[in-house]
Nanobody, 115 residues
Framework: QFVESGGGLVQPGGSLRLSCAAS??????????MGWYRQAPGKQRELVAS???????KYAESAKGRFTISRHNANYTMYLQMNILKPEDTAVYYC?????????WGQGTQVTVSS
């Protein structure tokens, strides 16, 4: 399981940095592409950004130019820097492999963008 942190309440235009710790899933983290996902109320979970073990990144259209995914392989941690946040970014954010495994969904971290 992965452990997400760093969420919170932020005003539109603000920034947050999410962290994902792979304390119990080091093999998965080290071997597979990792991704940040989010699920807004009433909507399906969606992939926001992904990063390979070598650092190649991909972003959903909604995240391009505003979000930056990164990973620190030595300490098995992945990050999502989110800038210029919008109300539509409000969701619970999760990390998992890409494609995801049902074995590794964590509790997620809530991000709320509101004035």
């Amino acid at each position: 399981q992965f452990v997400e942190s760093g969420g919170g309440l932020v005003q539109p235009g603000g920034s947050l940095r999410l962290s994902c710790a792979a304390s119990g899933s080091i093999f998965v983290f080290s071997t597979y592409t990792m991704g940040w996902y989010r699920q807004a109320p009433g909507k399906q979970r969606e992939l926001v950004a992904s990063i390979t073990s070598g650092g190649y990144t991909k972003y959903a259209e909604s995240a391009k130019g505003r979000f930056t995914i990164s990973r620190h392989n030595a300490n098995y941690t992945m990050y999502l820097q989110m800038n210029i946040l919008k109300p539509e970014d409000t969701a619970v954010y999760y990390c998992n492999a890409d494609p995801p495994s049902s074995l590794y969904w964590g509790q997620g971290t809530q991000v709320t963008v509101s004035s």
